[in-house]
T-cell receptor, first 113, second 115 residues
Framework: NAGVTQTPKFQVLKTGQSMTLQCAQD?????MSWYRQDPGMGLRLIHY???????DQGEVPNGYNVSRSTTEDFPLRLLSAAPSQTSVYFC????????????FGPGTRLTVT | AQSVTQLDSQVPVFEEAPVELRCNYS??????LFWYVQYPNQGLQLLLK??????LVKGINGFEAEFNKSQTSFHLRKPSVHISDTAEYFC???FGSGNTGKLIFGQGTTLQVKP
């Protein structure tokens, strides 16, 4: 039982390149979300999903796309990377009930030059 | 707008001393409150949470927090810290009673425990 896995762990992109950050879970939780962590700003919600086929925007969605075709996977796509997207990205899962614990993946450290 | 404020960005403390990390949130009809800890180069893990009932909540590693509705606060405390408690601590709040797990995080507090 791996919980939440994220790949890659590290990535360097050039401005304008695109890429997909992968998130997978084996806990069969309905709720999945993506956060970015920046110094002094805590974690900010990018996109979230309450189940397969359902996604919605969080606080900072611009420049990112998501889709949820299965319960297990929730990829985050950067369409055209910008230096402002340099950050650490965390995927989290929960049972989709307010008050349930969120389980976080180990993170992906992205640098855009 | 809903918000969470952690009042200290860094808290230095000597080993075996008590510590309090402060968290305030914008008022709402109902909230669920969480403290998460992040050790260096790791993801976040849950320390404790308040959903309802007793306002004093005990968590892992000897931490506890008290929910104060009138002051809209949820401060984290530990009576005696260890070097291993050095980490970043995040307060998070789920506003409202809907069925989503959306969390709003504070800015984080770095706890630096000195020998």
């Amino acid at each position: 039982n791996a919980g939440v896995t994220q790949t890659p762990k590290f990535q360097v992109l050039k401005t304008g390149q695109s890429m997909t950050l992968q998130c997978a879970q084996d806990m069969n939780h309905e709720y999945m979300s993506w956060y970015r962590q920046d110094p002094g700003m805590g974690l900010r919600l990018i996109h979230y999903s309450v189940g397969a086929g359902i996604t919605d925007q969080g606080e900072v969605p611009n420049g990112y796309n998501v889709s949820r075709s299965t319960t297990e996977d929730f990829p985050l796509r950067l369409l055209s990377a910008a230096p402002s997207q340099t950050s650490v990205y965390f995927c989290a899962i929960s049972k989709d009930r307010a008050g349930d614990e969120q389980y976080f993946g180990p993170g992906t450290r992205l640098t855009v030059t | 707008a809903q918000s969470v404020t952690q009042l200290d960005s860094q808290v230095p403390v000597f080993e075996e001393a008590p510590v309090e990390l402060r968290c305030n949130y914008s008022s709402s009809v109902s909230v669920y409150l969480f403290w998460y800890v992040q050790y260096p180069n790791q993801g976040l893990q849950l320390l404790l949470k308040y959903l309802s009932g007793s306002t004093l909540v005990k968590g892992i590693n000897g931490f506890e927090a008290e929910f104060n509705k009138s002051q809209t606060s949820f401060h984290l405390r530990k009576p005696s810290v260890h070097i291993s408690d050095t980490a970043e601590y995040f307060c998070a709040v789920s506003f409202g009673s809907g069925n989503t797990g959306k969390l709003i995080f504070g800015q984080g507090t770095t706890l630096q425990v000195k020998p």
